[in-house]
């Protein structure tokens, strides 16, 4: 962040901001009204955006200048015996860019390894997308104190991202399963806590000698947004449930401006 007046954060390098439709609309009309309410949107220098819809619905939508395609999931192998799996090129080809990966809803409703996030992951990358690794710990280990919730968060880290290489680059996103908007009882972790454990994952990172962009996800909304994003050690958000309204997310986006030469 270089400094901040009105409410707005005027940043130098570009904050990114990744749409997690999950699993809606449940209509390819109400996914292409969707997309469209995101294409009105004009969104300022300082955001990157990318939108995730359901794979389904991603050859039907195309991506304007504005912001790129995500998907939310791909397999380790191009093609072959691999039912109802879908390769990083066949995302490419119909205009993805960007690539969830390891979400804490596949972990455990899919029961999704760090293993297999760590095949996924050196696919995407192989294929010339960029993947977002999602890590985070959940309430019952968080409870047990925030040295366990690191221990967890840097082993997933550490076993997640084991085929990139040195110097390769990633996005990560640090979502505490506990904070995720649908989750009973869920409660938006502070910036201060978030902050403290994107710390910890930049220095496990940095031991890795990976670059990384480190995103914070976990009930983002425009009310809050300006928190998490202010933070100079926070690089954007993941946003899930805020971002099946058009609205919402182009306020979460509008808390961001370039800092340009008319802002001195
Ligand atoms: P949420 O979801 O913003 O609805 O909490 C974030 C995510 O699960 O990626």
């Known amino acids: 962040m270089c400094f901040d007046v009105f409410h707005v954060i005027f940043v130098c390098m570009q904050k990114i901001l990744i749409a997690n439709w999950k ?11 969707l997309f469209s309410g995101y294409k009105k949107i004009r969104f300022s220098k300082g955001v990157k955006v990318a939108v995730c819809p359901p794979v ?34 066949m995302l490419k080809a ?29 696919k995407v990358l192989d294929d010339g997308l960029v993947p977002v690794v999602c890590v985070g710990e959940g ?8 040295v366990a919730a690191k221990k967890f968060v840097l082993t997933q880290i550490s076993k997640s991202l084991a085929e990139i290489q040195s110097g390769e ?18 409660i938006p972790d502070s910036p201060e806590s978030a902050v403290e454990m994107i710390v910890a994952i930049r220095a496990e990172l940095k031991k890795l ?5 480190v995103l914070y996800g976990g009930s983002v909304k425009p009310e809050n947004a300006r ?9 954007g958000a993941l946003v899930g449930g ?15 401006k370039i800092k340009s030469k008319n802002n001195n």
Do not use: C
């Not at 699993?23 to 009204?33: I, V």
């Not at 309430?139 to 925030?146: C, E």
């Not at 996103?173 to 869920?186: M, Q, R």
């Not at 000698?209 to 962009?213: C, E, L, N, Q, R």
């Open 23 to 33: 699993e809606n609309p449940g209509t390819l009309p109400e996914a292409k009204k």
């Open 56 to 89: 389904i619905f991603l050859p039907e939508l195309v991506a304007p200048k504005s912001f790129a395609l995500g998907a939310q999931d791909a397999f380790w192998e191009d093609k072959g015996a691999f039912t109802g799996e879908i390769s990083p090129k």
């Open 94 to 122: 119909v205009g993805v860019r960007y690539v969830i990966i390891g979400h804490s809803e596949r972990r455990i409703n899919l029961g999704e390894t760090n293993k297999m996030v760590a095949r996924k992951s050196r």
């Open 139 to 146: 309430l019952p280990i968080r409870k047990r104190g925030i």
């Open 169 to 186: 680059s990633v996005i990560v996103a640090y979502e505490p399963v506990w904070a995720i908007s649908t989750n009973p009882g869920a």
């Open 209 to 213: 000698g990976i670059k990384a962009k």
């Open 227 to 235: 928190g998490f994003l202010e933070r100079k050690e926070i690089d």
């Open 242 to 256: 805020a971002s099946l309204d058009p609205k919402s997310f182009k306020k979460i986006a509008d808390t961001i």
